[in-house]
């Protein structure tokens, strides 16, 4: 009885304040990828020239609405950060539990590189903007960046295979050993078809959250 009334207050609140930050940050995580892709959407069927049949979302940074797609690369970036900080706590001293979210990291490092370093024109976007015959800078930047951060995110799905696996979620195990060959192929693609790029980068931000959420959940029923 003693002991129970000299326990420090913070003490006895250290366990739901925990609970509840990791939640917040595997939200975040979770949410990252669906509001991009719905503002890169929302804004490519109203900005004029933009064509998702020849321009990819990254260029939607260009032109005078551009801050909007600056911002939403600034944005995606915390909440895969985010992300990152829930899925480490989720993970702890399990399989997974170092790489997983290192990678994750970035991934979202590679969307702040992606807003300071913007895409180049091309493609008749921004309309009447000409068309860029050598890579600038700033565009070379901006495609290493991508790169980069896509190989980690392929890279964080083999990594999460394993704990999907080890907690029952056999079929979702299977399905991130795939989805990365998915998302290869897309950027293999793109020089051919912007669609295939765009199809194959944005399979991979919606596998990140339903990864994220279904590893939460697990983690949440024991």
Same mark, same amino acid.
Do not use: K
């Given at each position: 009885?003693?002991?129970?009334?000299?326990? +420090?207050?913070?003490?006895? !609140?250290?366990?739901?304040? !925990?609970? !509840?930050?990791?939640?917040?940050?595997?939200?975040? @995580?979770?949410? *990252?990828?669906?509001?991009?892709?719905?503002?890169?959407?929302?804004?490519? #069927?109203?900005?004029?020239?933009?064509?998702?049949?020849?321009?990819?979302?990254?260029?939607?940074?260009?032109?005078?609405?551009?801050?909007?797609?600056?911002?939403?690369?600034?944005?995606?970036?915390?909440?895969?950060?985010? @992300? =990152?900080?829930?899925?480490?706590?989720?993970?702890?001293?399990?399989?997974?539990?170092?790489? %997983? /979210?290192?990678?994750?990291?970035?991934?979202?490092?590679?969307?702040?590189? *992606?807003?300071?370093? /913007?895409?180049?024109?091309?493609? %008749?976007?921004?309309?009447?903007? +000409?068309?860029?015959?050598?890579? #600038?800078?700033?565009?070379?930047?901006?495609?290493?960046?991508?790169?980069?951060?896509?190989?980690?995110?392929?890279? $964080?799905?083999?990594?999460?295979?394993?704990? &999907?696996?080890?907690? @029952?979620?056999? !079929?979702?195990?299977?399905?991130?050993?795939?989805? /990365? $060959?998915?998302? &290869?192929?897309?950027?293999?693609? #793109? =020089?051919?078809? $912007?669609?295939?790029?765009?199809?194959?980068?944005? &399979? %991979?931000? &919606?596998?990140?959250?339903?990864?994220?959420?279904?590893? =939460?959940? #697990?983690?949440?029923?024991?």
């Amino acid at each position: 009885m003693t002991d129970m009334l000299t326990t +420090p207050r913070h003490v006895l !609140s250290a366990a739901p304040v !925990s609970r !509840s930050a990791t939640w917040w940050a595997v939200a975040g @995580g979770v949410a *990252a990828g669906p509001l991009f892709l719905v503002a890169g959407l929302a804004q490519g #069927s109203t900005r004029d020239g933009f064509d998702f049949t020849r321009n990819a979302i990254s260029q939607l940074a260009l032109g005078q609405a551009g801050w909007i797609q600056t911002a939403n690369f600034v944005l995606t970036g915390a909440l895969l950060a985010a @992300g =990152a900080a829930g899925l480490r706590r989720v993970l702890r001293g399990g399989p997974g539990g170092t790489w %997983g /979210p290192a990678l994750v990291g970035v991934f979202a490092v590679s969307f702040w590189i *992606a807003a300071a370093f /913007p895409a180049d024109a091309g493609a %008749g976007f921004p309309a009447g903007a +000409p068309e860029a015959t050598v890579m #600038s800078g700033h565009g070379a930047a901006h495609m290493f960046g991508g790169m980069i951060g896509y190989l980690a995110l392929c890279a $964080v799905f083999l990594v999460l295979a394993r704990p &999907l696996a080890d907690r @029952g979620h056999r !079929s979702w195990a299977v399905a991130s050993r795939v989805v /990365p $060959v998915v998302v &290869l192929a897309g950027f293999m693609a #793109s =020089a051919a078809s $912007v669609l295939a790029f765009t199809g194959g980068a944005g &399979l %991979g931000l &919606l596998w990140l959250s339903a990864v994220t959420a279904r590893l =939460a959940d #697990s983690r949440a029923g024991r």
